[in-house]
């Protein structure tokens, strides 16, 4: 084992695998960063994610959105994206986000576009398109995702940081969209339990199904082969994005120090170890059986830092 792995795991034995709950793929991955970066990435993610479930959490609880509350929501949406604009620190978790966006250089796009998809999610119930959900997920999950890969990928040169030496958002998005798809599979049953449903309409009728017989099988009932053709389409879409983000990763990873190469690992198989558990001609898409435990996680994180080790 040489010292570098040690150094690896000497960190990984450090993380409460049971106590990481938001965002957690993200936040496991970004503790093999300087603390710094660290604590970035985690101001980033909680400020974002209090937005994101201020509107899912209505939703669960009323199923629809009133006018009204649409109204406040997305005045609460312009007032977040208004004060990072303004820099203006109008409180201690608002002012550790400016300070992290001037710090390490964090562009603003995407904030913008995580706004902007917040807006569509406050605005609409689910995506009448494969088009229109792939448009809300370059805000729901490419920008958060663009910003891990921008703090996994600067440099400090002389003291100071500097941008990386790629385009983020190219970086970022079949990752992204990898793992929101496989996300959407995974919290199926859990989604359609809070009135929040992912798939497009147009492959819910495709495939002889309507919204009510998908809310059918996340209570109980067994589901049937066209829901499972349903599957399978959105799991042919996460192996396409799967296979273009192994060849972003190759591009990209000789430019990147070792913890920041591995970070890129990690998040990738978490997101892999997920994809795999799906089993479109026998599983049931419960939560239970698609959503790996703390000690499964634990392992698959172990098990990459010593393949890295290995093929590194």
Aim: net charge negative.
């Amino acid at each position: 084992m040489t010292t570098q792995t040690q150094k690896f795991l000497d960190i990984f034995y450090t993380i409460d695998f049971n106590r990481i709950k938001d965002h957690p793929n993200i936040l496991i991955a970004a503790n093999f960063w300087e603390s710094e970066r660290f604590l970035a990435a985690r101001i980033c993610y909680r400020l974002m994610r209090m937005i994101d479930d201020a509107i899912d959490n209505y939703k669960a609880e009323n199923k629809t959105i009133t006018p009204e509350v649409k109204k406040l929501l997305k005045s609460d949406i312009d007032k977040w994206l208004r004060s990072i604009y303004e820099k203006n620190e109008d409180s201690s978790i608002h002012g550790e986000l400016i300070n992290a966006i001037d710090r390490f250089l964090i562009p603003l796009w995407p904030m913008e576009a995580f706004a902007k998809s917040m807006v569509y999610d406050a605005d609409h119930d689910g995506f009448a398109t494969i088009e229109s959900f792939i448009d809300y997920s370059m805000g729901a999950s490419v920008a958060p995702a663009s910003i891990f890969v921008h703090l996994n990928s600067i440099r400090r040169v002389n003291g100071a940081y500097t941008n990386p030496p790629f385009d983020i958002k190219w970086a970022s998005t079949p990752c992204a969209l990898f793992s929101y798809i496989v996300h959407i599979i995974r919290d199926f049953q859990k989604d359609q339990l809070n009135n929040l449903n992912y798939f497009a309409d147009e492959f819910i009728l495709k495939y002889g199904l309507t919204r009510e017989s998908l809310h059918e099988f996340a209570e109980g009932k067994p589901v049937n082969d066209k829901f499972r053709n349903l599957i399978r389409h959105y799991y042919s879409l996460a192996d396409n994005y799967r296979r273009k983000t192994y060849e972003v990763l190759q591009s990209i990873q000789p430019l990147l120090e070792p913890r920041y190469k591995l970070s890129l690992e990690i998040i990738f198989n978490l997101y892999l170890m997920v994809f795999e558990r799906i089993g479109i001609e026998n599983g049931s898409f419960t939560t239970e059986e698609l959503c790996p435990g703390p000690d499964e996680i634990k392992e698959r994180v172990h098990q990459t830092i010593l393949d890295f080790d290995r093929t590194k």
